[in-house]
């Protein structure tokens, strides 16, 4: 029987993905979360976990490299991919957010200069909005730009908050609620439908 595959983010939504994968009884007992291997093979040698950067887990998903996914909405939302978004896995919960220098006015007559590794999303937002932006599209540490005079705000997930807080940043405008989903390839719920749809039902259970 052809194995199951399934791509997890590197990071945080890898250990709670596992350990919801082990409470439904699918178990990878070479893995810890300090491995550098990429891919994992479960107890009864049927499901295959791959770690693959966030932003690629819908790429690999929708060319079917591998039958499931596990990814942030904040990543479903920025790049559309012709997948099937199953689940709600109630996980990974954070908010899409706006965020800046406290008492940030926004001026309509002025061009709002973002920085943010969702463009689109950012960019879709404001257009939605009516403010006229210019998006800056940036890797990671976007709570620099701000600082250092590179845009008026920018647009990210906000966890705990602390990132925000420690770097004198505060949020001026809740955006999304961003979860966790359980996300399939097309053809492979076909195919592999027994398998895929038992794992899917184990989920479900627990969420
Ligand atoms: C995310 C996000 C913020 C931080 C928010 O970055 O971009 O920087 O987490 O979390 P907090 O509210 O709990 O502080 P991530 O750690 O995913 O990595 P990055 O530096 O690559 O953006």
Known sequence: MESVK?????????????????????????????????????DSEKIKLVFVKSADVPVYVEKGAVDMGVVGKDILMENKADVYEILNLNMGKCKMCVAGFNEYEFNTNKKLIVGTKYPNTAKNYFNKKGILSEVIKLGGSVELAPILGLSDVIVDIVETGRTLKENGLVVLEEMYDISARLIVNKVSLKTKSQNIERIIEGLESIV
């Open 6 to 42: 399934i791509a997890l983010a590197k990071g945080r939504l890898a250990e709670d993905a596992v350990k919801m994968l082990e409470s439904i009884g699918i178990k990878f007992k070479d893995y810890s979360p300090k491995s550098r291997k990429l891919i994992f093979v479960d």
